[in-house]
């Protein structure tokens, strides 16, 4: 599966919107352009729990379907999106 | 002192760089164009220390010189800032 197709598979367009642009609440971040390690780390920290604030616990009730690889796929894409 | 002035005076800048476009380091997010109530949960969450994760810590150490009527101007200007 490439980085698109996981962004649909694993339900992350359903809170931060096509291609990562068009969040479906205000208080979901744009993600398209933001730099890779940032978007890795915090992914990363809201799987492990290490992030829990607002709407971000939410997000950790997803993040069991994606693995690690998976992350670091939606990382370098989302980086890789003009914002 | 007006948004922009605020983001100098309060160190924003020091991390997320002019008009919070460019972060010095890819593990600080940029913040232009970020949706106003996202920008203000997140200050205000990393200000009380219910955002702890990764860097945001060391931004814990900078948000007591931020007032909370000083943290809406700035999630306020830079929500208006083009990506």
């Known amino acids: ?13 359903a809170c931060h919107g096509a291609y990562g642009k ?21 992914m990363k920290d809201i799987k492990n729990g290490y992030r829990t604030n607002a709407h971000s616990v939410a997000m ?13 796929v939606l990382a370098k894409w989302l980086a890789s999106l003009s914002e």
Do not use: F, W
């Open 1 to 13: 599966m490439d980085a698109a197709e996981l962004y649909h598979e694993r339900t992350c367009i």
């Open 22 to 42: 068009q969040p479906v609440m205000d208080e979901y971040p744009k993600l398209a352009g933001q730099a890779e390690a940032y978007l890795l780390t915090q």
């Open 60 to 72: 950790q009730n997803v993040m069991h379907l994606v693995s690690d690889e998976e992350i670091a």
